[in-house]
């Protein structure tokens, strides 16, 4: 079992950064993948990055690609997720989600979820 707990999330000015993170606990000396998700009010979960166990592989969603960056320190076991550039449209309630043996798009093939933090940008 591995316990995520996000953190960070906070309103911004459209145009500005923030940085959220994920802690995690358990079964932290297993490898495990991380990635952040997103939803809006009224909207579908939606996929915003992934990275490996080891860290040295990442993916980024189409609509955050060169605006955010996701990473880990692995002895901290904290994931990261920075956001630049930021949009009203990024609005939205971020979630971390971990597992051991899977890494990718598909929110439904995680395992562990974490309980999500709000973001939220004004124009």
């Known amino acids: 079992q591995v316990h995520l707990v996000e953190s960070g999330g906070r309103l911004v000015q459209a145009g500005g950064s923030l940085r959220l993170s994920c802690a995690a606990s358990?079964?932290?000396?297993?490898?495990?993948?991380m990635g952040w998700f997103r939803q809006a009010p009224g909207k579908v979960r939606e996929f915003v990055a992934a990275?490996?166990?080891?860290?040295?592989?990442?993916y980024h969603g189409d609509s955050v690609k060169g605006r955010f960056t996701i990473s880990r320190d692995n002895a901290q076991n904290t994931g990261y997720l920075q956001m630049n550039s930021l949009k009203p449209e990024d609005t939205a309630i971020y979630y971390c989600?971990?597992?051991?043996?899977?890494?990718?798009?598909?929110?439904?093939?995680?395992?562990?979820w974490g309980q999500g933090t709000q973001v939220t940008v004004s124009s």
């Open positions: 358990g079964r932290t000396s297993d490898t495990y993948a």
């Open positions: 989600a971990a597992d051991h043996n899977y890494y990718g798009t598909n929110g439904d093939q995680y395992h562990y």
């Open positions: 990275i490996t166990g080891s860290g040295k592989s990442t």
